[in-house]
């Protein structure tokens, strides 16, 4: 950010209302949690949760060239989306094979809405733009500040916009998009989410987010609905192995090495990285991203190394307790010949080296 | 604990000890105390999954390192408040940590301690200092 000034979302003063502890985060204050992450975790796991998330970046891009312009930025095939209110998870990748972001794409009636992590919305902007010229009739808007954006995730998520929007949401296929009224507000609606649940990321006016937001919570109540902070939504994500920029992704970093080469297809056309991943297809990845359970209790975290026979072969990029699944949990780089299934490693946790298994991704499932 | 405005209100009892790395002292029969955290301090951490303490028997000098406290957000260590001997740690806690939210000045007591003496208990601070200690 170039800027030092902290920006607050349309719902701070809902979150100040529900006693919320605000954090700083990406030049937003956010709120980090309500009751407790632990609370917030499991009422999204079993029931529903609702998710400030208006400081992530939102774009429209539009024209005649719109979508070879998003087919030429995107690692994934936005052919995919074969017809209007259909999105697709994806990266922008750069010409080295680093990440630039994650982000999904939603095709609409008219144009594309892309939506960004908030951390790198600029860098994102400039990324775009330095990349426009080579297509004729597409224009590039960014919508940020005049969207808001409200996450419901969990089994019951379904049944609070159904409540509110109507039953025919219940139709609407996971990675779909959708527009309603909820109680006089116009929103859009994508069936995505960043917790491992069903659910909706909604898109509201920010003068009406309030209302949603209470009007959300107010529908949800019977169904034991918390509103959740930065924290629950980071160790949902985890329990999900869900890539976190920054973490499982950032600029030295590439989707394959990620592990979400089922989303970076290689054989679509030009894109933007093309070119490295297929080299690194090739050759083979130096690192990979693994998912591994760690024993006893004490928590691994960012940045500490992984061990093989007490040789430090990599580091952890996320950890924390799997607060679902019960035991500690780490996503973690390694060179791709550890990173076999049952692998025995060790993360070394304030001098001690704790065992620690590659299990299967994710670490949690929904039924 | 919520106030009016959904504000946390937390308490800080008037017989305690306090440091300013957060942790309290309860004097009890002379040269025998409760170490535990304050209740700003669980409040700050969160929900606590684990707490790592020394053994029994070990004699420690005031500020030393005593054990380490996890969260689902973080980790700290914990500081001795004064010299003393561990005489007990708080068993509980390995398979209830949330005690230290729930209940830090009762049941989420970390380690009972033997003073070495009890003058340095007069370099902790009040109540009333730790209040404005936390809320600067």
């Known amino acids: 950010m170039t800027t030092a000034q902290i920006r607050e979302t349309p719902l701070s003063s809902a979150h100040r209302r529900a006693g919320a502890r605000m954090v700083d985060f990406a030049g937003w204050s956010m709120p980090v949690t309500y009751k407790s992450i632990i609370t917030e975790h499991m009422a999204v796991r079993k029931g529903v949760g609702l998710f400030d998330v208006s400081h992530m970046g939102e774009f429209v891009v539009k024209g005649a060239g719109a979508h070879a312009f998003v087919q030429y930025m995107i690692a994934n095939d936005v052919n995919k989306l074969s017809e209007p209110n259909m999105a697709l998870y994806t990266q922008f990748v750069m010409p080295d094979g680093g990440t630039v972001d994650d982000l999904i794409v939603y095709r609409r009636e008219n144009d594309f809405l892309l939506v960004v992590n908030a951390s790198n919305v600029e860098q994102d902007w400039n990324w775009l733009v330095g990349h426009i010229n080579r297509f004729n009739d597409v224009s590039l808007e960014n919508i940020s500040e005049k969207t808001a954006l409200i996450a419901l995730q969990g089994p019951e998520a379904h049944s609070v916009l159904s409540a509110v929007v109507g039953d025919w949401i219940e139709k609407i296929p996971s990675f779909c998009y959708g527009q309603g009224i909820a109680e006089g507000v116009k929103i859009g609606f994508g069936r995505t989410g960043y917790t491992g649940e069903d659910g909706f990321e909604i898109f509201v006016d920010p003068d009406s987010a309030d209302k949603l937001w209470s009007v959300l919570l107010a529908h949800g109540e019977h169904l034991g609905i918390e509103p959740c902070g930065l924290g629950a939504r980071d160790t949902l994500r985890l329990e999900a192995a869900l890539p976190l920029y920054g973490h499982e992704l950032d600029d030295v970093t590439s989707p394959l090495e990620s592990g979400l080469g089922w989303s970076v297809k290689l054989d679509k056309g030009e894109f933007v990285g093309q070119q490295a991943l297929l080299k690194q297809k090739e050759s083979g990845l130096s690192k990979v991203c693994v998912c591994l359970q760690v024993e006893g209790k004490a928590l691994p975290r960012h940045g500490y190394p992984v061990l093989k026979d007490s040789v430090k072969i990599g580091s952890v990029s996320s950890g924390s307790q799997g607060i679902f699944v019960g035991y500690p949990i780490a996503m973690a780089f390694v060179p791709p010949q550890y990173a076999t299934i049952g692998e025995k490693l060790a993360v070394e946790i304030r001098g001690a080296a704790i065992g620690a298994t590659v299990v299967k991704r994710p670490f949690y499932k929904r039924k | ?136």
């Open chain 2, 1 to 136: 604990m919520t106030g009016a405005e959904g504000s946390k209100v937390l308490s800080y009892p008037d017989e305690l000890k306090y440091t300013k790395t957060h942790e309290y002292i309860r004097v009890e029969n002379g040269n025998q105390a409760y170490v535990g955290v304050t209740a700003f301090a669980a409040e700050q951490l969160g929900d606590v999954t684990y707490v790592e303490l020394s053994e029994v028997g070990k004699k420690l000098k005031k500020a030393d390192k005593f054990g380490v406290i996890e969260s689902v957000k973080s980790v700290s260590d914990l500081f001795m408040p004064v010299s003393a001997e561990i005489i007990a740690i708080n068993d509980r806690l390995n398979s209830e940590p949330e005690l230290v939210n729930a209940d830090c000045y009762g049941d989420g007591w970390l380690v009972k301690v033997k003073l070495e003496s009890s003058s340095e208990l007069n370099d902790t601070l009040s109540a009333d200092s730790y209040r404005a200690f936390v809320v600067e």
